[in-house]
């Protein structure tokens, strides 16, 4: 599994610093950089800006043409700035969520609650927007998408113990709860596939905004977003691979006791489909582990012991193979001797 490369713009014009994101809530005009590009003399470039009147253009509506006047300006503004608010503070939590994403401090109902007005602006000022506003307002809807999928990520990894979790897991596997370890594992896969879904979610509105329209009207740039969000999906992806890849390995030690069972009884043919079965499953336990890259602390623990289970695992699926064919073929030393061999390393993944 390749870690995800989520869609970056092409180069961002300027840097569209973060402005206005320490404002109170009522600042979204100043937030929204309200002078950028009404006052900036450059309204009606190629570049589009949101807010200029554009007073040749037939599309203005009731906006009034004015450089620094109208009500689709004034929303779009709102919107920025209470999209900016929220854009700045999900990009301070870089080092925590990749630290510990369990400490991380967000309101996630308000934060939401200021996406909602934001995308309430954001109507308001499509209903009298021109050709290029509404350009900017298909961009900025964009954005929060962006953030809610952000918002919602992040609550998510918040809420959930990674480390914990995967810990209950292993505790499950050495008392030997199998039934109980593999609830566990598809329970934790289902919030790494929730997870997942925010991630996908992200990238693709991410895919539609325009850079230059987010610069234009100093909004959060993708940029300033993006590297929280990858250190969100980096957990998102190795949780789901460690949870994908232990539920394969549960799945495999299943069928390697009904391997044993079936070959100490001489149910030949049924040890040898139970084999190919627990053999099928390790390999896919071992594709999961083996793609999981730029490991987080929370998980490095639980791949190195996993990987250590699953060579083992597949060395006693190797040795119940031997002790099989030897069985068939009526060497009883040799079914033996491959047998106990078999018994070792299953010993020996308990100890990883």
Do not use: W
């Amino acid at each position: 599994m390749n870690r995800r490369v989520f869609i970056r713009a092409a180069a961002v014009a300027g840097t569209a610093a973060v402005a206005g994101c320490s404002e109170a809530p009522g600042a979204g005009n100043e937030a929204g950089g309200g002078d950028s590009t009404e006052d900036s003399g450059s309204g009606g470039g190629s570049d589009g800006e949101a807010e200029g009147g554009n007073s040749g253009s037939d599309e203005d509506g009731d906006d009034g043409g004015g450089s620094d006047g109208g009500e689709t300006a004034e929303h779009i503004r709102a919107a920025v700035g209470m999209l900016n608010r929220v854009g700045y503070r999900l990009a301070e939590l870089q080092s925590q969520v990749e630290e510990d994403p369990t400490a991380v401090e967000l309101d996630t109902e308000e934060t939401l609650a200021a996406i909602d007005s934001a995308r309430s602006d954001l109507d308001a000022a499509a209903e009298g927007a021109n050709s290029d506003q509404r350009a900017t307002v298909e961009t900025l809807r964009a954005l929060a998408t962006v953030l809610e999928s952000m918002t919602r990520l992040v609550d998510l990894l918040a809420t959930v113990d990674i480390d914990g979790r995967l810990s209950t897991v292993q505790t499950g596997v050495e008392n030997g709860n199998y039934d109980e370890a593999l609830a566990q594992v598809r329970e934790a896969k289902t919030l790494a596939e929730e997870a997942d879904g925010h991630v996908t979610a992200a990238e693709e509105a991410a895919a539609t905004m325009e850079p230059d329209r987010l610069a234009a009207v100093d909004a959060v740039s993708y940029d300033e977003l993006e590297p929280s969000l990858n250190a969100a999906t980096r957990l998102v992806d190795g949780l789901l691979a460690m949870t994908r890849g232990y539920e394969a390995i549960l799945l495999g030690r299943d069928d390697l006791a009904t391997a044993r069972d079936a070959l100490d009884n001489q149910e030949y043919d049924t040890a040898e489909t139970a084999l190919d079965d627990a053999e099928e499953q390790f390999v896919t336990g071992d594709e999961y582990f083996d793609g999981i890259e730029d490991v987080p602390s929370s998980i490095a623990t639980h791949l190195e012991r996993s990987r250590c289970q699953s060579k083992h695992l597949v060395a006693a699926t190797e040795h119940f193979q031997r002790a099989l064919e030897a069985a068939r073929n009526e060497d009883v030393s040799t079914a033996r001797e491959q047998r106990d061999a078999a018994q070792e390393d299953l010993r020996r993944v308990d100890e990883c």
